[in-house]
């Protein structure tokens, strides 16, 4: 049985940060790119940051672009988005997903990403 599971999420003051947690079971991990997708309320789901675990290569949207970082623990079939500097507009619902690995992928919109996650909430006040 595929099993995505995030937490992590929470409220965080404008500025302060939080970590990301996304643990993965049921498929062959490496096979496989990780990514972090939000929805923020009123907005339309968008990616924010993905990993091919093969390879390494990331991906990040520009938004987040020096305040998140992804990583990897192969061993423990676990991904992580740390999360800094976070602003308001950082508030979202955050999926984690499952999908080919990032070469493949002309754009990254969560068509072909067969493993989703329940979501995990990030509310940043200010």
């Known amino acids: 049985e595929v099993q995505i599971v995030e937490s992590g999420g929470g409220l965080v003051q404008a500025g302060g940060s939080l970590r990301l947690s996304c643990a993965a079971s049921g498929f062959t991990f490496d096979h496989f790119a990780m990514c972090w997708f939000r929805q923020g309320p009123g907005k339309e789901r968008e990616v924010v940051s993905c990993v091919s675990i093969n390879d390494g290569t990331t991906y990040y949207a520009d938004s987040v672009k020096g305040r998140f970082t992804i990583s990897s623990d192969n061993a423990k079939n676990t991904v992580y988005l740390q999360m800094n500097t976070l602003k308001r507009e950082d508030t979202a619902v955050y999926y984690c997903?499952?999908?080919?690995?990032?070469?493949?992928?002309?754009?990254?919109?969560?068509?072909?990403?067969?493993?989703w996650g329940q979501g995990t909430q990030v509310t940043v006040s200010s």
């Open positions: 997903a499952a999908g080919p690995p990032l070469h493949t992928l002309v754009r990254i919109n969560g068509q072909f990403f067969p493993y």
